[in-house]
């Protein structure tokens, strides 16, 4: 069973930067989405943001111009650069890959913004 795993969580104060990683531990054919979801306390989850096959991207209005998806096809991993973090970014961050005849999700890593 193939499994997302996600890193790069942490603590940050605000105004800090973080970078996220998500890396498939197998090949997973025919992905055409990759996203990145979060979920904070008492709230459901979220679409941060989102990338295509054709890279088309869309993100968060509140994240729209601090966060960036990016992909790396050589190493099957996905990014979620965050920067200028704020501590309503505070949540459990979780990868989601999409193919064909299936959806997968990371176990979620924690991101707090606290100073």
């Known amino acids: 069973q193939v499994q997302l795993v996600e890193s790069g969580g942490g603590t940050v104060q605000p105004g800090g930067s973080l970078r996220l990683s998500c890396a498939a531990s197998g090949s997973i054919f025919n992905v055409y989405a990759w996203g990145w979801y979060r979920q904070a306390p008492g709230k459901q989850r979220e679409l941060v943001a989102k990338?295509?096959?054709?890279?088309?991207?869309n993100y968060a209005e509140s994240v729209k111009g601090r966060f960036t998806i990016s992909r790396d096809n050589a190493k099957n991993t996905v990014y979620l650069q965050m920067n200028e973090l704020k501590p309503e970014d505070t949540a459990v961050y979780y990868c989601?890959?999409?193919?064909?005849?299936?959806?997968?999700w990371g176990q979620g890593t924690q991101v707090t913004v606290s100073s």
């Open positions: 990338i295509t096959a054709g890279r088309s991207t």
């Open positions: 989601n890959w999409v193919s064909l005849t299936d959806a997968y």
